[in-house]
Nanobody, 121 residues
Framework: QVQLVESGGGLVQAGGSLRLSCTASGRFLGTYKLVWFRQAPEKEREFVVLTDSRGRRSYANSVVGRFTISSDYATNTVYLQMNSLKPEDTAVYYC???????????????WGNGTLVTVSS
């Protein structure tokens, strides 16, 4: 069983930065892929970025060049560094972990509770 806890959300002005963290209770780096999703108000949850069990990364087009995912194996934590934030980045950000193929919500095995990011214009 893997438990995921996100932190780091908050209010930031457009152009600013935040770093989100996702810490797992169990060992998951190197075994699971870790995916960040986000859900904006009145919108469906969408894929943001993933790091797989081999450390390969994939980003949504909307965040390429602005967001960076990284992993700390010592603390079992995955970070999402978000720079040049825009109002449209406002959402609840969730981390999820899976050993299954795919990057859709249905393919995830474990979810965190989410952390709210609000970007003011």
């Amino acid at each position: 069983q893997v438990q995921l806890v996100e932190s780091g959300g908050g209010l930031v002005q457009a152009g600013g930065s935040l770093r989100l963290s996702c810490t797992a209770s169990g060992r998951f780096l190197g075994t699971y892929k870790l995916v960040w999703f986000r859900q904006a108000p009145e919108k469906e949850r969408e894929f943001v970025v993933l790091t797989d069990s081999r450390g390969r990364r994939s980003y949504a087009n909307s965040v390429v060049g602005r967001f960076t995912i990284s992993s700390d194996y010592a603390t079992n934590t995955v970070y999402l560094q978000m720079n040049s934030l825009k109002p449209e980045d406002t959402a609840v950000y969730y981390c999820a972990a899976s050993r299954r193929t795919g990057t859709t919500e249905d393919a995830m095995d474990y979810w965190g509770n989410g952390t709210l990011v609000t970007v003011s214009s």
